[in-house]
């Protein structure tokens, strides 16, 4: 992270400037996984596309534009689009179709479930789509978390039985391990203290503001449209 130069509008240097506070870059979360299959479909539908475009015959190039027109905004929307980021202030989701700035203050919790969701103060629940919930990497951390324990009350019961286990520990430098948790739930952990920080804080006060992604919806609605008229009229 970066910090800004802060320059005193005195010129003369026998006055010291006071202190100001830095200036940090947003924190972004993001979905790696979802990435790396954005950029995949994009690559399929490129492809298979401009193939159709040259090569086809008749309506079939029409038909091939009208479908990328309405996919490939799509599969942008809900793959490379979601982000989350994060800042001292504010809260900025990034959904597929929404954009959802939340102050600090106006956040009344953020919940973890079968998805990641934040609820600001009037009960309005906004879905983190960048931060997709995998119920196999919850159940995986358990069971590890689990196992972790139980060699924690082993070596336990080994230690006060004075066995060979005594003071033997685990993970580096004879510590127990700590048990990690899928990178969404640790993201929310992260941005549960930094609420708990900063609810209060006056520079995190303001409304709530939604703004509608019109450069991802307009594109797919006119090649939802295109590809209607040229079925229709085949």
Known sequence: MTTPEHQSPDPEPSQPAGPAAPQYQDRIYRSPA????????????????????????????WLALAAMLLLVPLVVA????????????????????????????????????????????????YQLWALPVSLRARNKAARREARVAARGEKSGREGRGGGQGAGRGFGPGGGHEAPRQPESDQAMAEMRELLERRQEAQAAHGEVTVRWAYEIAGPAVAGAVLLAVLLAVG
């Not at 990435?35 to 994009?42: A, D, E, S």
């Not at 809900?78 to 102050?103: E, G, M, Q, S, W």
């Open 34 to 61: 979802g990435i790396v299959g954005g950029v995949l479909l994009l690559a399929v539908i490129g492809w298979l596309g401009i193939d159709a475009v040259v090569a086809g015959e008749g309506r079939t190039p």
């Open 78 to 125: 809900y793959t490379l689009r979601p982000a989350v980021h994060v800042n001292d202030d504010r809260l900025r989701v990034r959904n597929p179709f929404r954009v959802i700035v939340l102050p600090w203050g106006q956040v009344a919790s953020l919940r973890s479930g079968f998805t990641n969701e934040v609820i600001d103060d009037s009960g309005t629940k």
